[in-house]
């Protein structure tokens, strides 16, 4: 599996975080789709090369569909940019702007072409890595008015936060390995 390779590539001081990558592939609160989703949204919103590949393959492994993968990276697209412009209205301290329509296009969100509570799912997993309560609020609402538990939305929660972690860990180790932003010695 894939994301066993990517597990072994963290350095020993990341250990939690390969353990909590293992456990959640095996998590059952939610379906395969939503999960293998999230792990692709989430690797998207972060976008760091070996995580995102590593991700990609083991979704496609799992057997998720080229459907799904598509509205999975459709969900952490739109929230990339909703995740701005509404973290940005929450920061403002003038709320004129919040009566104001977007004017930004988001239809996919309304018709994503797989069920709504997996594209809601990944949107707050997206949503989570941006740091945007307002998206947040508005899909965790969503999914808990339609009787999603707050354990799937844990869940999705949870392979945000270790996806980020892995890929931010990947990106510093990387980082280190060229010598960016470490001091020159003189």
Request: glycine residues 6%; hydrophobic residues 50%; proline residues 4%.
């Amino acid at each position: 599996m894939a994301l066993e390779g990517l597990a072994a590539a963290l350095p020993p001081y990341a250990a939690d975080i390969a353990a909590n990558l293992k456990a959640l592939t095996e998590e059952t609160l939610l379906s395969e789709p939503q999960k293998w989703g999230c792990f692709v949204a989430s690797a998207h919103a972060v976008a760091t090369p070996a995580a995102l590949e590593a991700i990609e393959a083991a979704a496609a492994a799992a057997g998720l569909s080229v459907e799904v993968r598509s509205a999975a990276r459709g969900a952490a697209a739109i929230m990339a940019q909703n995740n701005v412009y509404f973290r940005a209205l929450a920061l403002m301290k003038n709320q004129d702007y919040r009566a104001l329509r977007s004017r930004l296009r988001m239809s996919l969100a309304f018709n994503p072409g797989v069920p709504k509570d997996d594209f809601d799912l990944w949107c707050v997993a997206a949503s989570a890595i941006h740091g945007c309560p307002d998206c947040l609020d508005a899909h965790e609402g969503a999914l808990r008015s339609r009787g999603v538990s707050a354990e799937a939305v844990q869940a999705a929660l949870r392979i945000a936060a270790v996806t980020h972690a892995v890929s931010r860990v990947l990106a510093g180790e990387t980082a280190a390995a060229q010598g960016v932003g470490l001091p020159v010695s003189t």
